[in-house]
Structures are given as C-alpha cells and as structure tokens.
C-alpha cells in the first residue's frame, strides 16, 4: 500500500505558497537540499509540497506554462529522490480558486474555461512527471470550501479522468469540502480505483492549535490553553469566539480521548469504504509552547498510528508552525520525534 511509504512527512508552507513575495530570492533561498537532508536524517519519509498557480500559470497567458517555475519542482523531485523521501504535490492555489478568499474567488467551481486550466495544469503535471513512480503524488486541491461537494466532485473527476489519459498509475490524493474536514469525506465520490486516495486536515481543538492566531478571533483573547488540561478562558471565550467554542465547556478537557471522538467522521469513512487516509495536515502552533506542543502531537500521532492513518505535519518552516528555530535546527528533538521522526 502506497500509503505504507508515506507514514509520517512534513509540509513545505511558505516556498513557492503562502510567501509575501514570489521572487527568485526567496525560492532560491528558502528551501534547500540541506533542507531536505535534515528532513531525511530526522526519519521522516515525505515531504508535501504546497504550490500556487501563478508559478507556473500567468492568468494574462492562460494554458502556457513557465519552465522556470516547473524547473522549481523538478529539482525538489531530485532531492527527494537523492534523499529516498517521497513527494506530496499540493495544488494550495487554483486558477480561479483560494481557500483564503472564496466569497471572491471562486470562478473554478462557476466557469467553465477556468475549470479548463485546471485541468489542463494537471494534466501538464501529469504529462512532465509520468515517468515517476511512487515517489511523486498528486493532490489535486488544497482545503475546499464548497459547502456541499456536489460541485467539487464533478470539478476533480474530470482531474482525475485528464490525468488518467497521461498516467494510469499516478497515485491522486482527493480531498473533502468544509476545509478538508474529516467531516467533508463522507461527500466525496467513492472510486474503485485503488490509486485515488483520500485525505483530510485535522486541527482539533483548534483552541489549542490555533491559541492567539493572529488570523483568528482568538488573537486577542490572551489565552493560553494547554495540552493536555482542560478549556482554559472559557468567560473570554464566551464573549470574543463563540464560534469555535461551540458546546465546549470549562469541563471539557483537551486530550486523546478528545482527539479520538473528533476522528470519529474519519473513522466512520474507513470503516463505510474500506480506504486507508492521509492526513495533509496537522499540528500546533508554536505559541502553545514547546512542550505542549510535544505532548499534543504525541497523542495526535499516537492516534493517526492506531487507525493506520498517515500524515505529514504543518510546518518545517515558518508559518507559526515552524518545526525549525532562526538557526535552522529543530526546535527540539522531542518536537521531531513527535512527529514521527527519529533523531
């Protein structure tokens, strides 16, 4: 089982997606082969590669594809392979699509020819890359938001069907709406194919993942939820983020059983469908702490190993989930092997 390869990895957030600026200085500089070495000699056995379009698209030059920006790839494709790490491709930015701004771009799941250039990229993709084997996955779109998956469903058929023509065997990683909720699974057309696999992120207890995200109406509630322990500021939380409270109280505590309970949609699809999951992501934000951090992502691993479940960890380099310090070196042994590695 394909999946068997790819048991524990590590997210690339912040090189060629999610950057302020997409220059040649910053692609050159952000990610190296040292990088990738120090990810294989922490005993992790992938890397997932978040991508935006504009890299290899110009949306004033639709369906002509920049080499320069492939050429970026090609290389992370050699240095995995040099360093025995399979690879994750994540298409995090689609043409006419964001996760980050769906009320304003959307046109992917409404417009025919832009729903042609996302096929055609992938197809691009398939056509460069058909000569690899296990070591390169597709994944066809980060975290959709489409409430109801009809749409998507259709929209990442005919992906799969554009890629199929290339590439029989290439291994498709398909993902849910609501974010890529465990929830969103249960959506999801169901293949026979054994080479489409599914996959979900897993951030639960977002209290605790995302504590003073300054993306999120938690950034200024001054609260700091440990791991385990029970909801910590539940009065400040109450009154400034009700929404990610829900029915949590002062009660609840934050621990395995916790995480266990919220796999459970995750748990139910396995069991429904008899497919393996891959988890994109996970993980815990570097103002929870160090050791918070450690014990929340060995719980979760512990979890993810107990339901055959793989998975690669956001992040190895910035993004507040930073699995590496200023220097370089990672935060700490323990953090690494939380996550699966074995330094």
């Not at 489409?196 to 639960?204: D, G, K, P, R, V």
């Not at 956001?314 to 323990?334: F, H, Q, R, T």
Request: glycine letters at 8%; a negative charge; one cysteine or more.
């Amino acid at each position: 089982m394909i999946l068997d390869k790819y048991r524990a990895g590590i997210n690339l957030g912040g090189w060629i997606s999610q950057c302020r600026e997409m220059t040649p200085e910053h692609i050159a500089s952000f990610i190296k082969k040292e990088n990738i070495g120090q990810i294989a000699a922490w005993g992790l056995d992938h890397v997932r590669l978040p991508f935006d379009y504009p890299v290899l698209e110009d949306d004033g030059n639709p369906f002509v594809y920049k080499e320069n920006g492939f050429a970026v790839i090609d290389k992370l494709i050699a240095w995995c392979r040099e360093f025995n790490l399979g690879l994750v491709l994540d298409m995090h930015k689609a043409p006419g699509y964001s996760f980050g701004n769906y009320k304003t771009e959307n046109a992917l799941f409404t417009d025919e020819t832009t729903l042609n250039r996302f096929v055609s990229l992938w197809c691009g993709f398939a056509e460069r890359y058909k000569n690899e084997g296990d070591n390169v996955i597709f994944e066809l779109l980060n975290e959709i938001v489409d409430p109801h998956g009809d749409t998507w469903n259709k929209i990442a058929r005919k992906a799969i069907e554009g890629i199929r023509g290339v590439d029989a065997d290439r291994h498709i990683l398909l993902g849910g709406p609501h974010y890529n909720s465990a929830a969103g699974l249960e959506t999801l057309e169901i293949y026979s194919d054994e080479r489409i696999l599914y996959n979900f992120h897993f951030y639960e207890p977002f209290l605790f993942t995302h504590q003073r995200a300054r993306w999120t109406s938690l950034k200024d509630t001054g609260i700091v939820q440990p791991y385990p322990g029970n909801v910590a500021g539940i009065d400040i939380l109450k009154e400034q983020a009700p929404d990610h409270l829900g029915s949590m109280t002062a009660e609840t505590v934050f621990d395995f059983a916790f995480l266990e309970e919220r796999l459970a949609p995750a748990i139910k699809f396995m069991n429904k469908t008899g497919k393996r999951l891959y988890c994109g992501e996970y993980g815990a934000i570097a103002l929870a702490g160090t050791e918070n951090r450690v014990n929340y992502l060995q719980d979760k691993n512990a979890l993810f190993d107990k339901y055959k479940i793989s998975r690669a960890y956001w992040n190895y380099k910035g993004l507040d989930y930073s699995s590496i310090d200023e220097n370089g070196e990672a935060v700490s042994p323990e953090l690494v092997r939380a996550i699966g590695g074995k330094i």
